[in-house]
């Protein structure tokens, strides 16, 4: 069954550096998303992606995030000065393009563990 | 604006006994509704959801939910709990209409299994 892939799994970081999250959506999937966890709350929106461009970014999703698909298959997420309240895990996931129901069938990926120092 | 509500952090259960995990939601319209399931260390794993129809659904690993428009809930039950069933569960609510298919999330319910 087609899967979700996330790299690394984690990544400890310095706080100030630059980090990427790799994600490898499923591959007939349209919508990618970003969602992060920190350790012991729930699961928060980051931001949608659609035909290149964002279709929706929540209020954590500020100008030091960033989201590309650089290729057919890579959906990445930039941060560009990562501070100490950006540990968390971060999650990946994509759906398929059809009618709502489908497109809101949200696959995950296993998730990067971020720390930062 | 849309919300979970997953009154239980932490349930325990013995082995061989039935589960319910309750989920309420808050939602404009008739939503999309889900449920996840994380193992320690795993990613969040699909066990149902409901879009319309029958409001009773079944998922994998012999799950089910209910849902139930007058009461804005969405339960999770399952008849007889396996050891293997002990994970974190969560509940998540989306739709059309919102502009966009973000989901959200309730807080989850930790469910431990006792042999």
């Known amino acids: 069954e087609p899967e979700v892939t996330q790299t690394p799994s984690h990544q400890v970081t310095q706080m100030g550096q630059e980090v990427i999250l790799r994600c490898v959506p499923i591959s007939n999937h349209l919508y990618f998303y970003w969602y992060r966890q920190i350790l012991g709350q729930k699961v928060e929106f980051l931001v949608s992606f659609y035909n290149n461009e964002i279709s929706e970014k929540s209020e954590i999703f500020d100008d030091q995030f960033s989201v590309e698909r650089p290729d057919g298959s890579n959906f990445t997420l930039k941060i560009r000065s990562t501070k100490l309240e950006d540990s968390a895990m971060y999650f990946c996931?994509?759906?398929?393009?059809?009618?709502?129901?489908?497109?809101?069938?949200?696959?995950f990926g296993p998730g990067t563990r971020l720390l930062v120092l | 604006a849309q919300s979970v509500t997953q009154p239980d952090i932490h349930i325990t259960v013995s082995e061989g006994a039935s589960l319910e995990l309750r989920c309420n939601y808050s939602y404009g319209a008739t939503p999309y509704l889900f449920w996840y399931v994380q193992s320690p260390g795993q990613g969040l794993q699909l066990l149902l959801k409901y879009f319309s129809g029958d409001t009773l659904v079944q998922g994998i690993k012999g799950f089910e939910a209910e849902f139930k428009r007058s009461q804005s809930s969405f339960n999770l039950r399952k008849p007889s709990v396996h050891w293997s069933d002990a994970a974190e569960y969560f509940c998540?609510?989306?739709?059309?209409?919102?502009?966009?298919?973000?989901?959200?999330f309730g807080k989850g319910t930790k469910l431990s299994v006792i042999p």
């Open positions: 996931a994509s759906s398929p393009s059809g009618v709502a129901a489908l497109q809101e069938t949200q696959y």
């Open positions: 998540a609510v989306g739709g059309p209409g919102a502009g966009s298919y973000q989901l959200t």
